[in-house]
């Protein structure tokens, strides 16, 4: 569904490199951000996907797909979820979406973690991430922090590894598709630690 009031998304292809100049801010996101998550969402599917996606649904679906998802979440949100987003000048650098308690083994889950690649290696990933923490600590305090994130992302891997997530256990993901791809799943343990770093 999409909404006049909902600002159109950031074209994240043709715009220039981004260089921070200005800080960037942390807040939680509202619905006006919905096709700016969404277009992201779907960007960064685009680009770190296409060894388990078709190039079909990566080019004709993703967007619908990732903006059903974000209308559903922030126009009927749950009571365990938590959605924060990274942006510098009205322009969105990240976000990410965890849910409390959600599996009765693992406990709270980041469910997205998605960074703009113009911005990566600016820390915008690790704060989101620890932001993330200390909300599951507010909240969520007896529960582990983990998360899943296909076999094939490397990049994404070698980053939660290089900030205290340990490989615990795989599963299978089915795709949009039809294809099924392999995900590892990780954990912090608490996740006192790592919001504290």
Not at 26 to 37: H, K, S, T, V, Y
Not at 171 to 185: D, S, V, Y
Request: hydrophobic share 40%; charged share 20%; glycine share 6%.
């Amino acid at each position: 569904m999409r909404s006049e009031s909902i600002l159109a998304p950031f074209d994240f292809t043709s715009s220039p490199v981004v260089k921070v100049h200005t800080a960037i801010i942390f807040r939680q996101a509202r619905l006006e951000d919905l096709a700016n998550i969404a277009e992201l969402h779907a960007q960064s599917w685009r680009e770190n996907y296409r060894q388990v996606l078709s190039a079909e649904y990566l080019d004709k679906a993703v967007w619908a797909d990732t903006e059903k998802v974000w209308s559903e979440r922030l126009t009927q949100p749950l009571v365990n979820q938590y959605i924060l987003i990274a942006e510098q000048d009205a322009v969105l650098c990240g976000f990410i979406c965890v849910y409390g308690a959600h599996h009765p083994e693992r406990g709270s889950i980041v469910d997205n973690l998605h960074v703009n690649s113009r911005v990566m290696g600016q820390g915008i990933g690790k704060q989101l991430l620890v932001s993330a923490a200390q909300w599951a600590v507010a909240h969520y305090p007896e529960q582990d922090l983990y998360l899943e994130v296909l076999a094939c992302n490397d990049k994404a891997i070698g980053f939660y590894e290089a900030i205290g997530g340990r490989y615990v256990d795989f599963a299978c993901w089915h795709t949009p598709c039809g294809n099924e791809a392999k995900e590892l799943i990780y954990s912090w343990g608490s996740p006192n630690l790592l919001a504290n770093s």
